[in-house]
């Protein structure tokens, strides 16, 4: 077992790059038995829901990244989407394995949160829009949303493009809101992003329609990183579909509480098993 320190993060990144990065079985093996020793106080007794605890992983955070906190620069990545604005695909993908993954993924998750047809959908943290362009190809007019500039204008030039309903906008996680009603609310790899997730649930659960879904999926989950928000994700690795709100009265309340009480769907990509239980429950049953 080796014990890293902010000292050695310079020296880590770089052994990491030379052995090929995470996935490559040299670099998979250099980091097995690392751990790394914060230089900041951290107590794991703190309620992860509290400020206490959002200023310790800060703490953690500027420590480790040697920046402070700011997502208007820090998820701000200058792209030249013009090549991606005439692609067969957002992403201009070079692998039709990696695309089909994410298509996957996205399929299944539209699938088992089963909007109306003719539906709403609200693409939260949209990225390169592949997710909002499956859910307007499937029938739904979309709202598309990400903090990054570059995205919405290549959101909005391939829509145009394409004759798809979706309509781009600039917004971020910690203060979006609208007073228009979704039947989904789609968060792809990306809720991970936000700085306290359980606010921005419950502010998206003020946003659904009657009956109306909010679906997570592609979240990074492992054995290592179990618990994000205050949440114990860990059964739900591939595919999460999360919330069935049947009131909009539910939406006052403290949404992520009120988890515990409403049916949650778990999918499998590689089982194709579903099943619906209590969060309580679920947390408790073994990883699919």
Known sequence: MTTMTSLDLDAFVRETDLLGGPGSGPC???WQGLTYAPGVEVDETLDPFS????AQQMAVYQEISGRAFDQEVNEHSVIDITPH????????????G??????????????FASPPRGGTLLDMGCGWGLSSELAAYCGLSVTAVDINPDFVRLVEARAERLGLDISAQKGEFDTF???KRFDAILFYECLHHA?????VLDRMARMLSFDGKIVMAGEPINE???????FDWTPFRYIVFVNSVGSKAAGPQSFCKALSSVPVLR???RTHRKSALPLSEASRTSTL
Do not use: K, M
Request: with cysteine.
């Open 177 to 179: 809101f609208t007073t």
């Open 28 to 30: 998979d093996a250099y």
């Open 224 to 230: 290592i990183c179990g618990s994000i928000g205050g």
């Open 85 to 96: 604005i005439a692609a067969t695909n957002p992403y201009n993908h070079p692998s039709p």
């Open 98 to 111: 990696g695309l089909a993954l994410h298509l996957q993924r996205l399929s299944r998750a539209l699938s």
């Open 195 to 199: 700085l306290r997730p359980w606010t």
């Open 51 to 54: 400020d206490a605890y959002v």
């Open 267 to 269: 999918a499998n990509c």
